[in-house]
């Protein structure tokens, strides 16, 4: 049985993409949540991943894979049932530009809006690099609604949708400013089983971390969730 390490649901957009990808992907699968920076989270973590960071995947045999991006791409490797980027080459090249550019990217969303389900808050004022991630993450989204013609980002519900869907709950909680199609989206994401399914989990989290529910400055918190 797989075994996934996760962090706080209301917190951890990372831990989110790993549980949707499995979910979405109709794998049989045990969850175990460790509270953030908790002293659990301190005594347990490295026990699952080397740098101390959710998620994680245990194999039956004990095996270690650690990182969203990893553990997609183990389960797509091994596991015939978990979901795969598209067949057709070009798509197959966009899904995954969009898929690093979301694992690698956007420091600023993941620092001056951490992800926070029980929150919905005015925007705070951000830098000028975190608007300019704003305005590309929006023009992702209309662009491949406007390509691939909806009701997901590549027609179909694929990985993409999942490595986004963070996001749009972050733009949800920040109150950010979209267009009726890229609104219409994040609606569908946000009503999405698997996403109410974590989002309800997160809901009756009972950890807070202060640093984060009140948007102090990342150098004041331990990690950015991601």
Known sequence: MLKL???????????????????????DFE??????????????????????????LVLGDGTRIWDSLAIIGYLQQTD?????????????????????EMHSGFLGIRNQLPMNLKQRVDCPN??????????????IWTDCLDTFGGPWLLGDFSVVDIM??????????????????????MDRIRQRASVQEWTEAALVE?????????????????????
């Open 80 to 100: 015939p049932k978990a979901m795969q980027f598209p067949d057709d080459p070009k798509t197959r090249a966009l899904a995954w530009s969009l898929t690093a």
């Open 206 to 226: 009972t950890e807070t971390l202060y640093y984060f529910d009140n948007l102090l400055p990342i150098e004041e918190a331990p990690i950015t969730p991601g």
């Open 31 to 56: 969850e175990k949540v460790i509270g953030l920076f908790t002293e659990q989270w301190n005594k347990e973590i490295r026990n699952f991943n080397p740098i101390g960071k959710a998620p994680a």
């Open 126 to 139: 951000l830098d000028p690099d975190t608007e300019t991630q704003i305005q590309r993450i929006k023009q």
């Open 5 to 27: 390490i996760l962090a706080n649901k209301n917190y951890s957009s990372w831990s989110m993409r790993a549980w949707l990808f499995l979910k979405e992907s109709g794998l």
């Open 164 to 185: 986004y869907a963070p996001v749009v709950t972050r733009f949800h909680t920040y109150k950010i400013e979209v267009t009726k199609t890229q609104q219409d989206y």
